[in-house]
Structures are given as C-alpha cells and as structure tokens.
C-alpha cells in the first residue's frame, strides 16, 4: 500500500463500516415493524388465540418492507377520524382486540411519505449502493459516507418512533386487559350493560360537540352529519340501539332536550363533565 492509497482505503473502510451499520439499523426497523403489524390485531377464542397468533406472525414474516409500511399505514397508524373504523375479522370470532394510534391527517400524510421513501431508500441502498456511488477514489468514498451517514440518521428516527409507537401500542393492551378483568366488563358480558364511556360511537359524539358546540348545545342532527361524513362506520344498531337519539340517552353521557326550530322539533344535546378516572379505551362493538 503507498501513501497515496492510504487516504482512499481508510475514507472505504469507513464507508464498509457504516454500510453495514445502515443495514443492521434497517433490520431492527423491520422486525419491530413486523411484530407491530403482526400484533395490532387479535381476534378468535381462547382456545383457538394461539395458533391464530402465531399463523399471523408467520403471515407477517413473509412480507417484505413495503408491504408492511404499506400495512401499517392506514391499519395500524390512521388519519384521526377513522380509529373507530375495524377490520373484517372471523364471523366465529368469540373476541377480537385492535390497536391504533391516530394522528392529524396532516400529519398522517407526512409519516406515511416518510416511511415510503424510507422503503425506496432502503431498496436503493441494498440494490443498487455500488451502482450510484463509486468507491475507487477518495472522493467517491467521502461523498458515500456522506450519503450513508444521512441515512443512518433518517432510520435512526425512524426507528425511534416505531419504539415509541410500540410503546404507546402496549399501555393500551394493558389498560384493555386491566378492563378485562374489571365488574364493569363483566356487567357487559353477562348483562349487556354497555360500556358507553369507552364506546367509540360516544367517543364521536363527544367530538361532534366540541368541534360544532364547545361548552355548549349541539343539533343531534347536525352531529350525526358530522360523525357519518369522519365515522362512517358508527352505527346506533352497532350498540343495540334504534337512533342517534337513543344511544344519546341511554349512554347517560349527555344532557338531552328538545326544542322547536323554524315549526320543527329538533333534538339537542350536551356532553355532561366526564369523571377523570373513567378508562379512555375506546371499545367498538360488533
């Protein structure tokens, strides 16, 4: 080795190091995503869990890195408005347990071209790194670190939000399962005692009022329009009620009255101050 060769070998023994460090951050990435996607939801019985568990996990390994943003994306990670919305699960399902973290649509969209071109910049690096730089020269090898070092940092973050996200997925397990075990959940279960505090379709029309009517009344009708046009999927039938109207009074969660409008009766409602120690595990029934 020559003196002049000195410089360029140790700018491409920097470059091998931290290729390998982008790939192994990229790996970390996808097996925390896969176990996010493969958990987020669960449904089947109790005998029946954990085989349905572990077909799914087994699904999931098989996907490749897009296929699981693109699955995250809208299932796991969703626009804020469409958390009440479930996925198709078994007919013969005895339960079924969904997780989702929402989040402004205009920040939805943000992650969601995030992680896309996170998915390109991962193919590019593992297909074609040679192609696109050259690493013959000291001056090839400086500009590939740093390319690599900017892409060793935008995986680091991401990877730090899926740890965060993983995080807040698990505290609402917990809280599920501590529900689970709790009188109330059992009221429900065996006497059909609805839950409506953690319902999503209340959860809606808590949002309706504080968007058309903070701290004050709202048009029944006028909330409904707002629900169906964010929630399509809330349905009064979905809690074993007739109306809008009849979920309001029998949640117990709202002060009900009706009033006469241009000769037409309306109804009117209010969110009643809600208990700071109430669950907040949104619950959709099916």
């Not at 997780?99 to 969209?109: L, N, S, T, Y």
């Not at 297909?127 to 001056?139: G, I, Y």
């Not at 074993?240 to 409008?261: A, P």
């Amino acid at each position: 080795m020559t003196s002049v060769d000195a410089p360029w070998l140790t700018a491409r023994h920097e470059v091998e190091h931290l290729f390998g460090q982008c790939i192994l951050r990229l790996q970390a990435f996808e097996l925390l995503l896969k176990l996010i996607v493969a958990g987020h939801h669960v449904s089947g019985s109790p005998a029946t869990s954990q085989d349905t568990r572990a077909s799914r996990i087994a699904e999931v390994r098989r996907k490749t890195l897009g296929g699981l943003v693109g699955e995250m994306m809208g299932s796991v990670l969703v626009p804020a408005g469409q958390e009440g919305q479930h996925d198709a699960c078994d007919d013969d399902a005895e339960f079924a347990c969904l997780v989702r973290i929402a989040f402004p649509v205009g920040e939805f969209a943000r992650i969601e071209t995030e992680h896309r071109e996170l998915v390109a910049l991962r193919n590019a690096l593992v297909h074609h790194f040679l192609e696109e730089q050259d690493l013959r020269t000291e001056a090839g090898c400086l500009s590939a670190r740093q390319a690599l070092m900017t892409t060793l940092d935008r995986v680091t973050r991401a990877h730090a939000d899926l740890q965060t996200w993983a995080a807040e997925m698990e505290q609402a397990r917990r809280v599920m399962a501590e529900y689970v075990e709790s009188p109330e959940f059992h009221d429900w279960i065996v006497h059909g005692q609805v839950p409506w505090h953690v319902t999503t379709i209340a959860q809606a029309l808590v949002d309706a009022a504080s968007e058309l009517a903070p701290g004050g009344w709202t048009s029944v009708e006028a909330a409904v329009n707002w629900v169906l046009a964010r929630r399509p999927g809330e349905r009064p039938e979905m809690c074993g009620c007739r109306s809008w109207r009849q979920v309001i009074h029998e949640s117990g969660l709202f002060d009900l009255q009706v009033r006469e409008v241009d000769g037409r009766r309306q109804a009117w409602y209010r969110p009643r101050n809600r208990k700071a120690d109430q669950p907040r595990c949104p619950v959709r029934h099916h």
